[in-house]
């Protein structure tokens, strides 16, 4: 079975030349279906470059990337964004919720992007804050939830279409400890269902709770594990 994601000798060069910057230097890294991957590194260590090109928020200087069996290499921007509404969820640390829309309103709207008809996404939408427990809170608005609600409307909006990946940029970053704990645990659930999940984070503590976790430094992967005790039903943040 061919891998969900392959990244084969990927460079992602700035001001090339003389003073070039090598902000990815020769990755190569595979991700399967259904894998729990936690991608851990300090400041400038390549890990926002590497979530960019896995998301197709950005692409390769040069080398490979193939996502669920496409070739991204030579698609043009609206290509990419309909391959990453498609087949990317995105949880990022700042929520990115529109502030004028009802939780429900911010789940549905990549769903109105992807041309599906009110009666489906009122089903997909409904069902997905249900399942991050926020169904009494659906018609209310960003300013109107906590840190901890507004990011479990981020994962309702992330998984809702039901995408292979789920690709969390560190989700914990802007919560409390409890709410951070109520996320993670959200997370591991969606990994116990067969999800994809690849988690950006700088904090050890966080990557540990990951089945695989992959470290990067100056633009390379210098480390790639399996913490073999790590199941979906013993994670707890």
């Given amino acids: 079975m061919s891998h969900l994601i392959e990244l084969k000798n990927a460079y ?45 928020l950005d692409v390769v200087s040069s080398g490979t990337y193939i996502l669920d069996g496409k070739d991204i290499n030579d698609m043009d921007d609206d290509e990419l964004s309909t391959i990453r509404n498609k087949e990317i969820g995105f949880i990022f640390q700042g929520f990115n919720l529109i502030p004028s829309l009802t939780a429900k309103g911010n789940v549905e709207l990549p769903l109105i992007y992807r041309g599906m008809k009110a009666e489906e996404r009122e089903k ?28 479990r409307v981020a994962i309702a909006r992330a998984v809702a279409a039901k995408p292979p990946v ?6 914990t970053g802007n919560l409390d400890s409890g709410s951070g704990k109520e996320v993670m645990r959200i997370i ?46 013993k994670v707890n943040a």
Avoid: F
């Fill in 166 to 171: 789920i690709l969390a940029d560190e989700p």
């Fill in 124 to 151: 997909l939408s409904t069902e997905a804050l249900k399942r991050v427990g926020l169904d009494k809170r659906m018609n209310h608005l960003p300013s109107e939830m906590s840190g901890g609600q507004q990011q």
């Fill in 12 to 56: 992602k060069i700035y001001n090339p030349g003389e003073n070039e910057v090598r902000a990815l230097d020769g990755v190569d890294l595979c991700i399967d279906r259904g894998e729990y991957v936690a991608i851990v590194g300090q400041s400038g260590s390549g890990k926002s470059t590497l979530m960019n090109m896995l998301g197709l």
């Fill in 188 to 233: 591991n659930e969606l990994w116990a269902e067969g999800r994809t999940i690849i988690l950006i984070t700088h904090d050890d503590k966080i990557a540990q709770k990951a089945h695989r976790v992959i470290r990067i430094s100056d633009g390379k992967i210098i480390e790639d594990y399996i913490n073999e005790d790590i199941v979906p039903d």
